[in-house]
């Protein structure tokens, strides 16, 4: 075997993938074998780097070299130089914008420096498609050391008292999950993974898949061997196809390797997994709908107890997991409990991944210690807010999560912090906005998505989170009083305090929270029939600033509607009746003629 | 049995380890309110989806609210029914079901009898904040259920009913969120599905989501045609429950109010469908024993057991889903299509009337009466032989629009010669029924003696699955009985097996037979009140002279004058049918 001098690892996630990721791998290999240096320079494609900003990723090993949104061509000029050379393409470096420099390697970047990686760890460090590269990186190692020298009540109790808390969503001890699948008896139980991610803009689960799957397997070996299941089932929904593709591989080479089947490492322990597929019903996320689609069943959840523990899959003690929840299982078992519950706050143990999104610089995946707080979040590893705006809103926890302000910055993120301040953790969806957003609109936004993905069973979500989208439609209409306001808050507590599954019981978050710390902005758009952001169309016009105007006519040129009118330097008027708001007349006049009103 | 000791609105009760709050509750009188929960406790089938969120009740150191229908108590639990929480999310809650329901109360088919009204009146709803879009669906006319799931509220009984009570699985939840309803499969239309019309969903259904098609307006100008000779055939199911629908117990015999109330709505004839049942008994008692006999003698050529068909929902039932087995069933039509084709040739000829100037109108506790009318081997030349049948509901409201005080009404007979029945034959309205009347006709038929004793309690109850071995002299035969077609799937299955032991099954689609057909006044879940219905068919039959079918004077003389003997060719002409294989409907694309 070749012992190389350096590695490139090229990101193979989906977003790079999307940005001709693959070519730039297929390229690079080309240059080191047309530069004859196969043997000494290997690349690999990776799982996700979380940089998802600045994709395509490539990182040179040793020197941690980090280049971003390399594009295929460049491939020759990364071997001839660097490889051949020695030397570090300098454009292809991440620009700092709050450093204004550029930054050389990636240990040395904001955005990884906070950064703790316990989930992702092999994200981008390992070939996922290779299982021998997970081995070297310990991989199978805690299920070694599980089946072989614990007993189930030890590896149930090393997770309990890692202090691990489910990364899906609920922030359920897994431990104590494990524990009450295990004392449930039965001729046969199962270990389901969830893999159904359906948070708008959250990749972590998929990220994992796609960089590091057999984590995923050893974890479910490990909950298998502590529980008594001897089944897995991994429910993925198919518009993952990457994932499910390295899945698939990974399943594969385990069972080649002996690892998953009969008999592992000759412990007696049998253990195997399948894929199950699910249509990307974001309700399917909840376990026991998930454990329906599963059977074959409509994709509702069912009133809890009966816990899957109890009755879960096919009617027997099942338990759930999330991907990354799974993700975090090895490294508890092969550094300890203790090591792991060094990190965090007192109730939430180990790190979090967040998919970072929305108004910020640094849009990607990140993994960083519980209690670590918003600021460092969003203006540390997340670079600050685009364009030098102003920070207005963080919204935490996926669709159902709430929007947290200025004042929230310094709460250190925990499962419980965020509770109490009125959002969540969610799965780790973190959307940033800035002055330029509407906390109606961005309310209204999310309540969309949760009418969309109502499964319809219980009639406060189905109904319920209908009416309060039209409620905030009113509203952003300018069409409602106070007295609606006072409904919608009424509305938006009852379905929370009466829908069947988490879906409802947190739908009207967003709804909530916004009006708890943005009230002002409700009121303007009540009271005064205005939308202090510009954003929501029935409350603005379009207005053409007659001291401004010069008469360029660049945007009569532009507008869609032909709305308006004015001869050369001549003033300019917009037509308020036919105008449609689209924004092309603001976007266009370079004399800053034109404004929002 | 573990007990635990809680605390419902103040008060200490102490139920069993598994029981959920609602039941706690009733047993200190508290009834909470709920629109989807449902027991139908002597069918063992408790329907508590947790959906409507109508129960939901407050319960101490619990985050949000819990359904009490679903929620199990635990001890020393603290529960609080009404507190202003609990009474606010509950009216708003309803408040948002009837935002998104129809308010057409005015015209609606369940006016004064729907659950989500009641609801509304109890709760005091007097205004609805939330106005906004209402889900619209295509209304589904099906020979004789009509689906308007604008009305549907989503409590899924009609799913249970349909899947788990009666395996008919064509009714589920499709679309999602403020689409979501109940359909058959790609939301075709109940003619296009596997539906037998049993008309269980609609007998469980709180809205007019699902009701029977309604025939009372063609009935009444029919009824003004005078060029038309009405006749009127009464099912025995409808006299022990019509009376419901007027505010007497379950269970009170209406026979002669009935009679006399047809009469005044201005029928050319009342009759009697237990006429028919009589003369189905004289068909199939001799069918059974001719089909055993052969089968005792050693003839491959013939199947046992041997089916009963009376009823439709069931009918339809095997011929979609055991069209291997169609030669198993009886091969006598149901009492229904027997009195129908005996109406219009050996009664037309008799009061020299041309078939076409007659409609014979049938009273049924059934829904799929309706579509057995519209059976196309029940005709001739386009005639059909039963017209249309209107269920007891709609004879309830025919009575009531009529202004007749059917309470005061004096008992009056059947007109003859169609109205002469037996005991035999009223008991066909309930489980075990046709069973026994075929047994008694049988049991003498075979020996030639007289029976001892009439009552075969063996076959009598309400488990959804008995048998019984009735010895003939000699001769044990196996007697199987199912209602639900849940449980006749069982026997099927078995029969298809080449498993099953039975000579002789009756089955019967709806919960306790007839009695509890979708045709009937709505139980609200109550099904002691089937069981009183049951009684009183056997009070009925109890109090008839004659109760045996082959001894009602007016079959021997129609076999007489008519058909000759039971199983003629004319008999097999007009008495006895075929049955096909069905396979759903194509969709046509034009």
Known sequence: ?????????????????????????????????????????????????????????????????????VEPKDAKEIVAEHALKGRAVKRLLYFDPVRKEQIPDSKHMGFYKKQLRIALRNCGMIDPENINEYLAADGYEAMGKVLLEMTPEEAIKEVMDSGLRGRGGGGFPTGLKWQIASKNHADQKYVVCNADEGDPGAFMDRSILEGDPHTVLEAMVINGYAIGATKGLIYIRAEYPLAIHRLKIAIDQAREYGLLGTDILGSGFDFDVEIRYGAGAFVCGEETALIHSMEGERGEPTFKPPFPAQSGYLGKPTNVNNVETYANIPVIITKGAKWFSSIGTEKSKGTKVFALAGKINNVGLIEVPMGITLREVIFEIGGGIQGGKKFKAVQTGGPSGGCLTEKHLDTPIDFDNLLSVGSMMGSGGMIVMDEDDCMVAVAKFYLEFTVEESCGKCSPCRIGNKRLHEQLDIISKGNATEKDLDNLRNLSNVIKDTSLCGLGQTSPNPVLSTMDNFWDEYLAHVNEKRCPSGVCKDLIRYEVIAENCVGCTACARNCPVNCISGERKQLHVIDQALCIKCNACLEKCKFNAIAVI | MELIKLTIDNRTVEVEKGTTIFIAAKQLDITIPTLCYMNLKDLNIEHKPGGCRICVVEVEGRRNLAPACATECSEGMVVKTHSVRVLNARRTVLELIISDHPFDC????????????????????????????????????????????DKCIMCRRCETMC???????????????????????????????????????????????LTEIDHTNQLINDLSDSSKTVVVQTAPAVRAALGEEFGMEPGTLVTGKMVAALRQLGFNFVFDTDFAADLTIMEEGTELLDRLSRHLNGDKEVRLPILTSCCPGWVSFFEYHYPDLLDVP?????????????????????QKLNRKDMIVVSIMPCVAKKYECTREEFATDGNPDVDYSISTRELAKLIKSA???????????????LGESTGAAVIFGTTGGVIEAATRTAYELHTGEELEKVDFEALRGFEGIRSATVNFKGLDVNIGIAHGLGNARKLLDDVRAGKSEYHAIEIMACPGGCIGGGGQPLHHGDTSILKARAKAIYAEDEGKTLRKSHLNPDIIKLYDEFLGKPGSELAHKLLHTHYFEKKIKHISMD
């Open chain 1, 1 to 69: 075997m070749a012992k190389y001098k350096m590695h490139m690892l090229v990101c193979g996630g989906t977003g790079c993938h999307a940005s001709e990721g693959q070519m730039l791998f297929e390229n690079l290999k080309k240059e080191v074998q047309d530069n004859n240096l196969e043997n000494d320079v290997q690349v690999i494609a990776t799982g996700c780097f979380g940089f998802c900003e600045k994709g395509p990723i490539v990182k040179v090993i040793p020197d941690n070299t980090f280049y971003v949104s």
């Open chain 2, 106 to 149: 005015l015209i609606c088919a369940k006016s004064g009898n729907c659950d989500l009204q009641d609801m509304a009146v109890k709760l005091g709803v007097r205004d609805i904040p939330f106005k906004g879009e209402k889900s619209t669906y295509k209304p589904d006319f099906s020979p004789a259920i009509i689906r308007d799931m």
């Open chain 2, 403 to 417: 202004n007749i005080d059917f309470k005061a009404l004096p008992d009056e007979d059947f007109d003859k010669p």
């Open chain 2, 330 to 350: 009886s091969t006598a039509r149901s009492p229904q299509q027997m009195f129908g084709a005996i109406a219009k040739t050996y009664f037309a000829e008799k």
């Open chain 2, 163 to 209: 899947n788990d009570f009666q395996t008919v699985g064509v009714l589920s939840g499709i679309h999602r969120g403020f689409e979501a309803v109940v359909a058959p499969a790609f939301e075709r239309d109940l003619d296009h599905s596997e539906c037998t019309y049993c008309g269980q969903c609609v007998a469980v259904c709180p809205t007019a989501a």
